[in-house]
């Protein structure tokens, strides 16, 4: 396994929660299916697809890129104020018979200054499905992502660090990256946030049905909360956990839970 890790800012940050309903509330943080789906656009550029069928090549490229990197998570880097914005929206191009396209909802958004995303990527994949230099085309690739959430959530990177080695560590640590909650048994306490970490719904067009859950949507994030006036505030922190079919590892500042299986 290789790591890249990403340096990125926002001006603002939204992803609403699965299943939300009405009112769009965020996570707190870019889920790991989010950030690898940022990586599948960017990658894309430079393996265009073919065929008649767009939205099930988009699938199927969604879950090439998961068999390659099988493992993203991010670190925050600054504290993160946690509100919401009423989003109006003129929707010409989905009218479905109604008179006035204007509609409006509350949508949840996130400030947050500056993340680091950890991308693991299975080497020997990588390069046979994109070939010998898949490494440097995947880190190309992260230097132009430009969009993570919702079309609102404009990023800027400002470093990308890789290949890296990770380094493994002991059973039980301190982590201060988003796990999912499958892989460890939680020591005290961490705060708890719902987000998908692989691709889950059917995109194509007819079936509609939708993809049964592979993991758990429970994360823990590495924040301490605090509420101000009408805002959540949330400063960086660790929380302790104990493996489970999992291993830790660390890369430059960050330490992060794998599974077994990845």
Not at 97 to 106: F, I, L, N, V
Not at 158 to 179: A, F, M, Q, Y
Request: hydrophobic letters at 40%.
């Amino acid at each position: 396994m290789k790591a890249f890790v990403v340096s990125l800012s926002f001006p603002i940050f939204s992803l609403k929660l699965p299943l939300a309903f009405q009112v769009a509330d965020t996570s707190l943080l870019p889920s790991p299916s989010s950030l690898r789906g940022a990586l599948a656009k960017t990658l894309a550029y430079f393996h265009p697809f073919s065929g008649n069928d767009f939205q099930e090549a988009v699938e199927q490229w969604m879950l090439r890129v998961e068999e390659l990197v099988p493992y993203v998570t991010v670190k925050p880097e600054s504290e993160i104020m946690k509100g919401s914005i009423i989003l109006s929206r003129l929707r010409t191009l989905e009218q479905r018979g109604r008179e006035d396209p204007r509609d409006a909802m509350r949508r949840g958004v996130v400030f947050i200054h500056r993340i680091k995303a950890c991308y693991v990527v299975n080497e020997e994949k990588a390069k046979k499905e994109l070939g010998e230099d898949a490494l440097d085309q995947i880190k190309e690739a992260l230097w132009l992502i430009d969009r993570i959430g919702d079309t609102e959530s404009l990023s800027s990177v400002s470093d990308v660090e890789g290949p890296l080695d990770l380094s493994l560590l002991g059973d039980e640590e301190e982590i201060n990256t988003i796990t999912n909650e499958s892989l460890v048994e939680l020591i005290g306490q961490a705060y708890i946030d719902s987000m998908d970490s692989k691709l889950v719904y059917e995109l194509t067009g007819k079936r509609k049905e939708v993809k049964k859950l592979r993991v758990s949507r429970i994360h823990y994030l590495p924040v301490k909360a605090e509420r101000i006036n009408e805002f959540l505030i949330c400063r960086p922190s660790s929380y302790r956990v104990r493996t489970r079919k999992s291993k830790i590892y660390t890369v430059k500042d960050i330490k992060i839970v794998v599974g077994d299986h990845q």
